[in-house]
């Protein structure tokens, strides 16, 4: 994953697969975007990288240690999300290593990587084939993890109510800016907006600025991620956006590829970053306490980095819930 991540040529059997097993793979990495348009080469490519850096034997090793992993036993559906590449990956992981059967039913949005990992998967390991099914139905399971929206949600929950579950709903980010944030950190903080265009949970689409903060300085940090406004959908979204704003006589601000909207709400949508002012970190705390059953995670000098709420550790699970915790307690 690490080698597809980089996009260089078959480096030899040292990548861990053949060459033909590697190009099959790159491959698909080309192709993807003609399936679903976000999928852009150098954001396929990053998730590889991202996912390359955290598969390491030690990695592996220290998380299960924290869990009893018991035999094989329990058929576990997985109806995964396709806003990101890969972000179903994580929730196929857990299952495998906690020696249940993963039925995978992906996204139509992303149902191309997944299946060339899988079967390089099984190369290494054909016993795998006995745990891992790509199903376009899902039947006969014990448990079921599922992702989508808010509304999805309520259809999750009453038609797998028979079985455990995790059932995941909207999340998104926020980030909080001080007076005295550097130009580096509001530098950084352009791969938490940016990066695969603002459609994961991660990415942050609320921004905290402290009273007083001059937001020229938040322009400057992130202009040099201007070439965004290139790609066709997000132009369409930024555009649309911004005549709808410029209709409804609304206040914004604009610097040629972002809208920066005064807006209480968390979520914006793509183009749109919403933010607000505090007064004090005893407010601040207060709001963060009222939203944090939909705030995947807090970018900030004190909480997650500038620039990494997109490279979470493999420890992070989506919405807090701890996944191998509940495949591992199966009954």
């Known amino acids: 994953m690490r080698v597809a991540g980089k996009g260089s040529v078959w480096p030899g059997f040292q990548s861990g697969i053949t060459e033909n097993e590697y190009n099959v ?29 955290l598969l390491t034997e030690q990695n592996l090793l220290d998380w299960v240690s924290n869990y009893k ?4 036993s329990k058929k576990v559906g997985i109806i995964m999300a396709g806003n990101l590449p890969l972000v179903g990956f994580h929730d196929l992981l857990c299952v ?42 899902l039947e006969d399971f014990d448990a079921v993890i599922a ?19 995790i059932i995941r709903k909207n999340r998104t980010s926020i980030a909080i800016i001080k007076l005295k944030s550097t130009a580096d950190e509001l530098h950084k903080l352009g791969k938490d907006i940016f990066n695969y265009y603002g459609l994961g949970c991660r990415s942050v689409t609320k921004v905290f600025f402290e009273q ?20 066709n959908k997000y132009a369409n979204n930024y555009e649309y956006h911004k005549a709808l704003f410029l209709m409804n006589s609304e206040k914004f601000l604009d610097n040629g ?31 963060l306490k009222m939203r944090k059953d939909h705030i995947q995670c ?14 979470p550790r493999i420890t992070d699970y989506a919405d807090g819930v701890d996944t191998l915790k509940f495949l591992t307690e199966l009954e």
């Open 147 to 165: 992702t989508g929206s808010n509304n999805s949600s309520r259809y999750f929950e009453a038609y797998f109510k028979h079985v455990p579950y």
């Open 25 to 53: 793979l790159i491959d698909s990495v080309h192709a993807v975007r003609h399936k679903n348009n976000w999928f852009t080469e150098n954001y396929v490519r990053m998730a590889f990288e991202s996912w390359g850096q």
């Open 96 to 137: 495998v290593i906690s020696n249940q059967i993963a039925l995978v039913k992906m996204s139509s949005d992303d149902n191309q990587l997944i299946p060339r990992l899988v079967q390089i998967l099984f190369n290494y390991c054909p016993d795998l084939k006995k745990r891992i099914h790509l199903v376009d139905v």
């Open 212 to 231: 007083g903060f001059d937001l020229d300085r938040f322009f400057r940090g992130i202009y040099s991620y201007n070439n965004i406004v290139n790609m």
């Open 69 to 72: 992993v018991g035999k094989c």
């Open 298 to 311: 807090v970018v900030s000098d004190q909480h997650v980095p500038y620039g990494e709420s997109q490279s």
């Open 257 to 287: 590829f972002l809208i920066l909207r005064e807006n209480k709400d968390d979520f914006s949508p793509i183009g749109v970053l919403h933010y607000e002012y505090y007064s004090s970190e005893e407010s601040l705390t207060e709001e």
